[in-house]
């Protein structure tokens, strides 16, 4: 009984977790480049009941619940707004932050108020030279990522790539690599000017998993309470 009680409340622990995580999809479901994130359980997770049970002071190492990232690329919507970039296919914009270079799919720029292609959190636009000077009457961008001010190139973005498996979330929708070991690659994806790629995120799905982890955590409460029923029925009765 008291091994279920265990099992029940590791099962309501991953439950409100995994709950944490669909809410933060369904909240970024019109969130541009936003990309799924999903949840698994660790099997450290029943060492660590284990090592409660038992009394057992071995220290277990970090990370007992982990999510992972459905990295797959969703459609993309026209906005008609020159400012908006989509990249279609592999590759990252780069981006300048006070914590070094940040990669993101989230193409919503606009021009910031020193005339620099910015995201829409005021980090700057990095391209093959530097951040991206706007000043100039025309501003357009190539299908190959080059930035055309007043019909001449003064620049290219800087799009890159890395296994996503070594990079980490940051806050504003944006990726960092784990180290600077980890191997930046330049690509040449199709950059379409006007254009946002939409979240990877189905809404449809994302409640239906938040209603099924409701029904759930529901359940494994209901089993903690009839062990916890039982155990004291127990209790009494050897008292008896």
């Given amino acids: 009984m008291i091994r279920g009680i265990y099992m029940n409340s590791s099962a309501m622990q991953y439950l409100e977790e995994k709950m944490d995580v669909v ?17 698994f359980i660790n099997q450290l997770m029943g060492a660590e009941q284990a090592n409660i049970r038992n009394e057992i002071k071995q220290p277990l190492p970090a990370g007992e619940l982990k999510t992972y990232t459905e990295y797959t690329q969703a459609g993309i919507r026209d906005t008609q707004n020159k400012f908006d970039l989509a990249i279609n296919g592999d590759g990252f914009f780069t981006i300048e932050t006070s914590d070094g270079l940040a990669y993101t799919r ?7 108020p020193d005339g620099i292609l910015s995201t829409i959190n005021g980090y700057h636009v990095m391209g093959e030279s530097g951040a991206i000077n706007l000043e100039g009457e ?35 929708n944006l990726w960092k690599t784990k180290n600077d070991d980890v191997e930046v690659y330049p690509t040449n994806p199709e950059i379409k000017q006007g254009y946002l790629e939409i979240s990877n995120v189905s809404i449809v799905k994302e409640m239906v998993s938040m209603i099924a982890i409701q029904r759930w955590y529901n359940a ?7 062990n916890d029923d039982a155990l004291n029925k127990a209790v009494n009765n050897i008292a008896k």
């Fill in 220 to 226: 494994n409460e209901k089993a903690i309470k009839t």
């Fill in 106 to 112: 989230d193409g919503r720029f606009v021009m910031g």
């Fill in 138 to 172: 025309k501003f357009s961008v190539t299908e190959d990522g080059e930035i055309v001010i007043n019909n001449q190139i003064v620049d290219k973005l800087s799009i890159n790539s890395f296994d996503i498996k070594e990079a980490v979330q940051m806050g504003d």
């Fill in 23 to 39: 809410a933060n999809n369904l909240a970024n479901s019109d969130t541009s480049g936003f990309k799924r994130n999903g949840m």
